[in-house]
């Protein structure tokens, strides 16, 4: 069956402090994998995308990793700021289909 | 507009009422998604429209549930005599082509509280 795990559930952090967000997916054949960022209130919204071929992307201050070989990929924020309070969203493609397979997010609360 | 927008943003009704719910995809765009998303759970796919295709309703949980698109413009979702249950932010997304590798662009939403 074709999952997408995230961990931790929830995660608080001080202000400037980096984390790393995890996501475990089991979907095959694989094609492309997503992290979203979802603002309390608002649609999620992509940072990232990386195919089977890439194994880093940077966005600013988010860095994804993709190691295929595993199934395993992690979201790094650097110096966190209050605005990165947010769900964090892994989403996972499998290869010739049009369906995105969703996982249950991370929830990240910065405090000042 | 730029994005995707929906509509209401809001709505609260009585159990047991019918509710339309609109979503205006990015222009160009051929692919259309609904989701449901439960309070502190995953997004649930709904249903996928694809141009002129017929659209893909595997995802609608009963026969309560439809939705419309009319060619590649606004969609609808309705839903008849709504339960409790029914509570949740209806999510669409659109996206350029119904391939994996394309970007979904998500509206913010309707938050559906059913009383």
Redesign the interface.
């Known amino acids: 069956k074709n999952q997408v795990e995230q961990s931790p559930q929830s995660l608080i952090i001080l202000e400037g402090k980096n984390c790393t967000l995890q996501c475990n997916y089991t979907v095959s054949p694989f094609s492309n994998l997503r992290w979203y960022k979802q603002d309390t209130g608002r649609g999620p919204v992509s940072l990232t995308i990386m195919t089977f071929s890439e194994n880093t992307k940077s966005n600013g201050r988010y860095t994804a990793t993709l190691d295929a070989d595993t199934k395993q990929s992690s979201l790094h924020i650097t110096a966190s700021q209050l605005s990165d309070s947010a769900s964090y969203i892994c989403v996972v493609t499998s290869s010739g289909t049009y369906k995105y397979i969703f996982g249950t997010g991370t929830r990240l609360k910065v405090l000042a | 507009g730029a994005g ?1 927008s929906q509509s209401p943003s809001n709505k609260v009704t009585e159990k047991g009422k019918d509710v339309e719910l609109r979503c205006d995809p990015i222009s160009g765009h051929t ?1 259309l ?1 609904w ?1 449901r998303q439960r309070l ?4 649930e ?1 709904l249903i ?1 429209f ?1 141009g002129n295709s017929a659209p ?1 309703k595997s995802g609608l949980p009963s026969d309560r549930f439809s939705a419309e698109r009319t060619g590649e413009s606004v969609s609808t979702l309705t839903i008849q005599r709504t339960q409790q249950e029914d509570s949740a932010v209806y ?1 669409c ?1 659109s996206s350029l082509t ?4 394309q ?2 662009h ?4 309707t ?1 559906l509280s059913i009383l």
Do not use: I, S, T
Request: hydrophobic share 30%.
């Open positions: 995707v692919a998604y989701y502190g759970q995953g997004l796919f996928y694809q893909d999510l997304a119904g391939l994996g590798n970007p979904q998500f509206g913010d939403g938050r």
